[in-house]
């Protein structure tokens, strides 16, 4: 696993996964762009995600709605009101940050020194070591977790309350400094709407004023009766859609983490009133099994349940994910009630409601939303999967090998093909017709320069799953090649199709 957020950044610049955007022009804040291997990679995210939700449930369908939508629907959402965050500017550094972010980024600093104790614990007592037992009875542990409570229920208070005195006066409490310079020399804390606008065609003027959609749930909300009908679903029944979102964010940083363009994959499920909390267990396990499929082990992802609701929830929890810097939302669950469809069903005079054929009655439905974004999941495979490894090498010395163990299922390559040497067209003319088989099955690479060994080390750092080498045998005696495996490093024979049956079946094509 890579810990440390400059190694993930320079490994997907130089191998091609992601690239600051406009980099000739110094880069746009907070923007970046898929290279050819990260628009592989995003695409089997997707393409995993959307297999999961749409093509495993026969009760849920797809959406591709626009991301431009009439202005009324965030006037209904109520993004127009309240889709703010706490800003507040350093008056020395000039730099401008979110209140609730300093506070978090100091919870997770305690909850860093809780890690290198429960470390420390391990190391002293081995095979005998209760992590849970450690933590409840260990006095230092024990008042870190106090004062995360604490901090954590003030914040959450305030952030309810839109106490922006209330989030200053903690900033001060915690005598938390400009990351940057070190000041504490603060402004206070303000409101700061997330939505960027801009006009629709040539008129200016309050009633041409467009969003770029903060969320690509509300598409799905106002195209619930259209979907509902065309596709002959009945309640329960969800909708899933994959889309870019903008958000305004005050404080670029973490990479790919907190983007101001970015992608969401939202699922929006419709339900009785009152059956909420049954979908939203539901949800909240089978989300958790997709992760764990991955090969995330369980240890580096939780639950966070949300005390202080948003207006819209009555019961909400994050997939949080480990990164290296600290448990960090990936995806949430949230219970949005009948809030959303009632209220367009206001704004727009509509009836958005659901004619219930067994008790003869019309309501609103429930909703219950499983919502993560494209980009945070992609980073988490790169922290997850990015590691150095010490293997041995051709000679059977020891040697270091970075390496990216992503699930194949996401791989943006399946298989190399390559031909042991590049000088013997015998060889390569072999490789190329295997390769030019292959890529009719999953997504191939084919590479004849540098030495074989240097190769596999390519392949390795881009998380390719197998290898298949071409050497003089394979013309000469037995037909077969060599699949090589990159986490057992484990070679055998096999023929051209056994190679592709073994990749097609780990990789899920
Ligand atoms: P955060 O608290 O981190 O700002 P959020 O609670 O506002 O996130 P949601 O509105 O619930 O996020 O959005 C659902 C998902 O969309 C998040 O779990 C996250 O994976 C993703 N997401 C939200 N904002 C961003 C962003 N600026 N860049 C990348 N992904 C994002």
């Given amino acids: 696993m890579a810990e440390d957020l400059k ?43 959307w297999k999961s939700m749409v093509r495993m449930h026969e009760n849920i369908v797809g959406l591709d709605a626009a991301i431009f939508m009439h202005p009324k629907i965030w006037k209904a959402s109520g993004h127009v009101d309240a889709f703010n965050d706490p800003m507040m500017d ?4 000039k730099k401008r940050y979110r209140a609730d972010v300093l506070i978090e980024d100091e919870i997770a600093k ?38 995360i409570a604490d901090i954590k229920s003030k914040l959450g208070a305030a952030m309810m309350a839109d106490d922006m005195t209330g989030l200053r006066q903690l900033v001060e409490d915690l005598d938390i400094a400009d990351p940057v310079s070190g000041s504490r020399n603060w402004t206070d804390v303000r409101q700061f ?31 619930f009766l259209n979907v509902m009908k065309t596709s002959r679903q009945k309640i329960p029944f969800g909708i899933a859609q994959i889309g870019k979102a903008f958000r305004n964010e005050i404080v670029a940083r973490q990479f790919i983490f907190r983007m101001r363009e970015f992608e969401q994959m939202e699922m929006q499920y419709f339900i009785p009133p009152g059956s909420e909390m049954e979908w939203y267990e539901y949800w909240k396990e089978q989300r958790m099994k997709w992760h764990l ?10 639950f966070h349940k949300h005390e202080n609701l948003s207006h819209y929830a009555n019961a909400a929890a994050d997939i949080e994910y480990k990164f290296g810097f600290g448990f960090k939302e990936l995806e949430g669950i949230h219970s949005r009630t009948d809030f959303d469809l009632k209220n367009h069903q206001e704004f727009s005079g509509k009836k958005l409601q659901y004619f219930d054929p067994e008790t003869k009655e019309n309501y609103i439905p429930y909703v219950l939303e499983t919502s993560i974004g494209c980009d945070r999941m992609f980073l988490a495979m790169l922290s997850e999967s990015l590691q150095e490894e010490e293997v041995p090498d051709a000679s059977g010395k020891k040697s270091t090998r970075t390496v990216m163990k992503l ?42 320069k540098d030495a074989i060994g240097r190769r596999y080390r390519r392949q390795d750092a881009i998380g390719t799953p197998f290898c298949l080498t071409i050497d003089f045998e394979t013309i000469e005696d037995d037909q077969k ?25 780990s990789t899920n094509e």
């Fill in 193 to 223: 709407n997330l939505m960027f606008s801009t006009q629709l065609g040539n008129i200016s003027g309050e009633n041409s004023e467009l969003y770029l959609r903060p969320e690509t749930a509300q598409g799905i909300f106002v195209n």
């Fill in 481 to 505: 090649i060599t699949i090589r495996d990159r986490d057992s490093l484990e070679q055998k024979r096999v023929t051209v199709e056994e190679a592709r049956d073994i990749i097609l079946k």
């Fill in 90 to 93: 350093n008056k020395d550094s």
């Fill in 407 to 448: 699930h194949p299922v996401l791989a943006p390559v399946k298989a190399a093909i390559l031909p042991l040497v590049r000088n013997k067209p015998e060889l390569t003319e072999r490789a190329r017709k295997i390769f030019d088989d292959l890529k009719m099955h999953f997504q191939c690479q084919y590479d004849e």
């Fill in 110 to 147: 305690i909850e860093g020194k809780i890690d290198k104790e429960v470390r420390k614990g391990r190391k002293r007592f081995g095979d005998a070591f209760d992590e849970e037992q450690f933590k409840s009875t260990h006095p230092r542990v024990q008042r870190y977790t106090e004062t």
């Fill in 7 to 49: 190694t993930i950044i320079s490994h997907s610049k130089e191998y091609g996964f992601v690239y600051p955007s406009s980099e000739v022009y110094e880069g746009l804040s907070a923007v970046y762009d898929y290279g050819p291997l990260g628009a592989e990679l995003k695409n089997n995210i997707k393409s995993y995600w």
């Fill in 293 to 302: 499929a991955l090969g995330t082990p369980q240890e580096h992802l939780r």
